[in-house]
């Protein structure tokens, strides 16, 4: 089943404790990114990657890093977690960045930062 | 600064009401364009891409004014079903997918 997963769904932690989001496809796209979703703003975009090696910043990527090194994987990596990062979070792939390429999300992982 | 503006709901409509959402844009290079379902912060899912030429399918018709640089859906004979999220989307290639806050729709019997 074509398909993007995400691990952990949920997870509480603490301020400070370095954690990491894994986010998987097996749709061989080039494109991946990272969003969190947050009540009265929408959808936004953290980090994307256009394709092995490339990744380039969103609207909101202070306090995040990712990485690319497979095609498959693009984990989100919160090296000092702090209580405003605190949300529900989606990756997202797509065949390409082109016009019209159909982004599928993962089921995404619900973030707490206490 | 790149947005993207929707009606701001919600809507509370009757089983079988025809109802229409609409959503501006303010990029003028923005080259393709999209109405995204949410159920209940489940992750989004593609509802229908949105053409110069206007597109159909089903009860669902979406429609493009490239120079307004405004979008709409129209949903006729709603159900039940239809109670969602509904989310304008916008690309404009090569860089993010922009996305509206979303506007609310609650179908009811």
């Known amino acids: 089943e074509a398909q993007v997963t995400q691990n952990p769904r949920y997870l509480i932690t603490v301020t400070g404790k370095k954690l990491t989001v894994t986010c998987s496809q097996n749709?061989?796209?080039?494109?991946m990114s990272w969003y969190r979703q947050d009540p009265g703003l929408g959808l936004r975009q953290i980090y994307y990657?256009?394709?092995?090696?490339?990744?380039d910043k969103g609207d909101v990527p202070e306090g995040y890093k990712v990485s690319r090194k497979e095609k498959r994987n693009f984990p989100l990596i919160l090296e000092s977690p702090s209580p405003n990062q605190t949300s529900l979070y989606f990756c997202?792939?797509?065949?390409?960045?082109?016009?019209?390429?159909?982004?599928?999300f993962g089921p995404g992982t619900r973030l707490t930062v206490l | 600064r790149k947005e993207v503006e929707q009606d701001p709901g919600p809507f509370n409509v009757p089983e079988g009401a025809t109802v229409a959402f609409n959503c501006t844009y303010s990029?003028?290079?923005?080259?393709?364009f999209f109405w995204y379902r949410q159920d209940c912060r489940k992750e989004p899912k593609l509802l229908m891409s949105?053409?110069?030429s206007g597109n159909e399918d089903g009860r669902f018709t979406a429609q493009l004014n490239r120079a307004s640089q405004y979008i709409s859906l129209l949903i006729r004979d709603s159900k039940l079903s239809d109670s969602a999220t509904y989310l304008c989307?916008?690309?404009?290639?090569?860089?993010?997918?922009?996305f509206g806050k979303g506007t609310t729709l609650s179908v009811s019997s």
């Open positions: 949105v053409y110069s």
């Open positions: 990657s256009m394709n092995v090696e490339v990744t």
């Open positions: 997202a792939s797509s065949r390409t960045s082109g016009s019209y390429n159909e982004q599928f």
């Open positions: 749709m061989n796209h080039e494109y």
């Open positions: 990029n003028s290079a923005s080259q393709s």
């Open positions: 989307v916008v690309n404009q290639a090569g860089t993010a997918l922009i």
